[in-house]
């Protein structure tokens, strides 16, 4: 695409394009495993060159030059030429790439700039994108009118609607629709064991409005006290249709011990002989809707290493949260010997969709036009230039949390940053210093920290692309799966880390 032909925000950005037979049907393991392989390559290889974007911050772009640092002259000047609204529709364009040939990235120049040509990197990062490789929910479904079709559904989705918050609203019936699709495919009964549950929202929801068994299965005693409260009141709400839902206090392991299944290690003190028998007759399918951290990965290995789980739905969440051993787990990406810094973990929990298209709200200022994004930058300079603090070196010592969106001007936000770091009143400059060095760093700053964050959001989809694939390619290498997909769970602008990782045995 040309950089004159930028869609305008708030155009329609066009429909995805269609999944490769093999990903859409997820039973052609050897080609869908050579498939996921070639993303992966290429998927790395973004992630290797452009990796630096993700290593800064916007709140060092005044104090270490990140501009000039990171971009290379012809880019600065193609960046510079484009206004925000395109930067932000050919972003956005990128999310909706047309599937085709995956090509490798050209090879880098001499300079020592991380990023020396814009069409390169546009291109590059519309690749990274997994067309062809991940599968919409809705076609997935489309082919199983079943699913979902319960009469109770609507009824069921109507009344949790009180109970749920906007994003939880999207995020429950669709996780749900993604269970009850892949039961369809069991040739016995199915119950679902929910790791990482919290309070149970999608435990109920299943066994209300699906007629799932589900055991839902949580670590902490503190959410799961909350999860019983809870409990007791949807059985009121649905005249006690929650029977089917059961809540336990467990940790999911990766292996069993002594040759004990899963059903059995979450299992409650005095289970009957009859629910020990009725648990073994019925396949089990393991679901983690956004499990944090190193939760996703341990459901997908137990997947892999447990044969009486017999599906898996799994969606990540908390990257940053990873420890470094978790990534990467399979054979193909481990011999590349890439891996993932905190800083490209913690980019990942970004969405494009959501942060590049959102509109803004009645009378407010979206995401990445406010003047506020320039505030903690400015904080950087402040420290750096009249404090005297080596805002590099104690980085992790100087946060102050999200005061930027409870604070009315950029005066008020550094006087109270300031404050929470300890310095004395008398030593922060006045209202009149504070309001000309904004003057004179907003305008072509605050349009070039926004622009950068624009192409920060564009590695952030590359990397949650990398994550996904490697959780893929580790179940498809263990020859323990029939089929598998990447499914794309969720809408992404209404809930970031949306991809989910769906397999099931014979």
């Known amino acids: 695409m040309s950089e004159g032909s930028a869609a305008q925000p708030g155009l329609d950005l066009g429909a995805r394009s269609a999944p490769d037979p093999a990903a859409l049907s997820g039973e052609d393991i050897p080609r869908l495993l050579a498939l996921a392989t070639r993303h992966a390559a290429v998927c790395a290889a973004f992630v290797a060159r452009y990796g630096a974007l993700g290593e800064v911050f916007p709140a060092d772009f005044l104090s270490s030059d990140v501009w000039g640092t990171l971009l290379s002259p012809a880019t600065r000047e193609a960046l510079d030429r484009l206004s925000l609204a395109e930067l932000r529709a050919i972003s956005l364009r990128s999310a909706t790439p047309e599937a085709g040939e995956l090509r490798a990235l050209p090879e880098k120049g001499a300079a020592h700039h991380v990023l020396e040509d814009t069409g390169a990197f546009f291109a590059a990062a519309s690749t990274c994108r997994l067309e062809g490789l991940v599968v919409d929910l809705d076609a997935l479904c489309a082919a199983s009118p079943a699913a979902c079709a319960s009469p109770d559904w609507v009824s069921t989705l109507r009344k949790h609607r009180a109970l749920l918050a906007p994003k939880k609203m999207h995020e429950i019936p669709r996780m749900a629709r993604c269970v009850q699709w892949l039961a369809l495919a069991s040739d016995r009964p199915v119950q679902v064991l929910d790791v ?38 949807l059985s009121r709400l ?86 470094p051993e978790t990534f990467p787990v399979s054979g193909h990406l481990r011999r590349s010997g890439l891996t993932l810094s905190r800083a490209l973990r913690m980019l990942a929990l970004k969405s494009l969709e959501r942060e590049a298209g959102q509109q803004p709200a009645e009378g407010g200022e979206p995401a990445l036009t406010s003047a506020r994004t320039l505030w903690r930058p400015l904080l950087n300079l402040l420290l750096r230039d009249e404090l005297g603090v080596d805002v590099r070196a104690r980085s992790e010592e100087l946060s102050v949390g999200r005061r930027a969106s409870k604070s009315e001007s950029w005066p008020v936000y550094a006087r109270s940053a300031l404050s929470h770091l300890g310095f004395e009143p008398s030593s922060v400059p006045n209202e009149t210093a504070l309001r000309e060095l904004e003057v004179r760093c907003v305008g072509t700053s605050l349009e070039r920290v926004l622009k950068l964050e624009v192409l920060r959001l564009m590695l952030a989809a590359a990397v949650e692309s990398l994550i996904a694939l490697d959780r893929l390619l580790s179940v498809l290498e263990s020859g323990q799966c029939a089929a598998a997909w990447i499914v794309r769970v969720f809408e992404p602008s209404e809930s970031p880390r949306c991809l989910g990782i769906v397999c099931r045995r014979c």
């Open 196 to 233: 990482g549950s919290g309070k149970g929202y999608l435990g109920s929801f299943l066994s209300v409005a699906c007629g799932i068994r589900t055991v839902s299965v949580e670590g902490s005693h503190m959410i799961a006290a909350g999860a019983v409260r809870r409990h007791a009141n």
């Open 238 to 323: 649905f005249r006690g249709r929650e029977a089917g839902h059961e809540l336990r206090v467990a940790w999911l392991s990766k292996t069993a011990a002594d040759g004990e299944s899963f059903a059995a290690s979450s299992r409650q003190d005095g289970a009957t002989a009859a629910q020990e028998k009725d648990e073994a007759a019925q396949r089990t399918i393991l679901t983690g809707l956004h499990a944090c951290g190193d939760l996703t990965s341990t459901a997908v290995a137990a997947f892999v290493q447990r044969p009486e789980l017999w599906g898996l739905v799994a969606v990540g969440c908390c990257y940053n949260m990873m420890a």
